[in-house]
């Protein structure tokens, strides 16, 4: 069975991005305790400064959506919806690679 993976960028409002980056590294910190979670990276661009983008991997969807069903999970998004101006994202099959 193949990896699933999510890539996306979240964008904040104006302003908002190290708030919405702050949370994001919380969601990130959480994730080392959650079964199926290969990888939670949180990132940012120097050419985009209202976006963080996420990369995850997980041993498989349910995994993933497990995850969603934790209360600490609803907790943060909860805390970061206010300041969220947009989510565009992608599921993947992760098929092969380093580290994979």
């Given at each position: 069975?193949?990896?699933?993976?999510?890539?996306g960028k979240i964008?904040a409002l104006e302003?908002?991005?190290?708030?919405?980056?702050?949370?994001?590294?919380?969601?990130?910190?959480?994730?080392?305790?959650?079964?199926?979670?290969?990888?939670?990276?949180?990132?940012?661009?120097?050419?985009?400064?209202?976006?963080?983008?996420?990369?995850?991997?997980?041993?498989?969807?349910?995994?993933?959506?497990?995850?969603?069903?934790?209360?600490?999970?609803?907790?943060?998004?909860?805390?970061?919806?206010?300041?969220?101006?947009?989510?565009?994202?992608?599921?993947?099959?992760?098929?092969?690679?380093?580290?994979?």
């Amino acid at each position: 069975m193949a990896n699933f993976g999510m890539s996306g960028k979240i964008t904040a409002l104006e302003g908002q991005r190290d708030a919405l980056l702050q949370i994001l590294l919380e969601a990130a910190e959480a994730m080392h305790s959650v079964e199926g979670c290969e990888m939670y990276a949180v990132n940012i661009s120097e050419s985009d400064p209202d976006s963080v983008y996420v990369m995850e991997l997980w041993r498989d969807q349910a995994d993933h959506a497990a995850s969603l069903a934790l209360e600490s999970t609803k907790e943060l998004i909860q805390r970061a919806r206010p300041i969220i101006a947009g989510i565009d994202g992608v599921k993947l099959q992760v098929v092969g690679g380093k580290g994979v």
